[in-house]
C-alpha cells in the first residue's frame, strides 16, 4: 500500500495534536499514558514528536480516556481554527 504524502497543514495539526497530548499528560510518565490506553511507549512518543501525524481513531479515542480529555475537545484543538477561544486551554483542564 503506497501512502499518499502529507500536506504541510496535515503535519503542523499532527504537531500541535502532539503537543496538545504532552501538555495533558502533564507529570505523567509516557509508559505511565501509553499502558492506560494500551499503546506502546514508543506509539505514544512518535505521536507526541508529530512522526505519527495521522493515529488511528481508537489509538486516538483510547489515549483520550486515559488522559481524560473528550474527543471533542482534541477536535476542536487541532481543528484549522479553534473552535471557540481557548478551545486548546479547555481540552487540557477538562
Not at 502532539?18 to 505514544?44: C, F, H, K, P, Y
Not at 474527543?71 to 483542564?93: F, K, N, S, V
Amino acid at each position: 500500500m503506497v501512502r499518499t504524502p502529507l500536506t504541510p497543514w496535515e503535519r503542523q495539526r499532527g504537531e500541535r495534536f502532539g503537543a496538545l497530548l504532552r501538555r495533558a499528560r502533564g507529570e505523567r510518565s509516557m509508559v505511565e499514558v501509553a499502558a492506560a490506553a494500551g499503546v506502546s511507549a514508543e506509539t505514544l512518543r512518535k505521536i507526541e514528536t508529530g512522526r505519527a501525524p495521522t493515529p488511528a481513531f481508537f489509538t486516538v479515542a483510547a489515549l483520550a480516556a486515559a488522559l481524560g480529555v473528550s474527543l471533542d475537545e482534541l477536535a476542536a484543538a487541532c481543528a484549522d481554527e479553534p473552535a471557540a477561544p481557548g478551545a486548546e486551554e479547555r481540552a487540557l483542564t477538562a
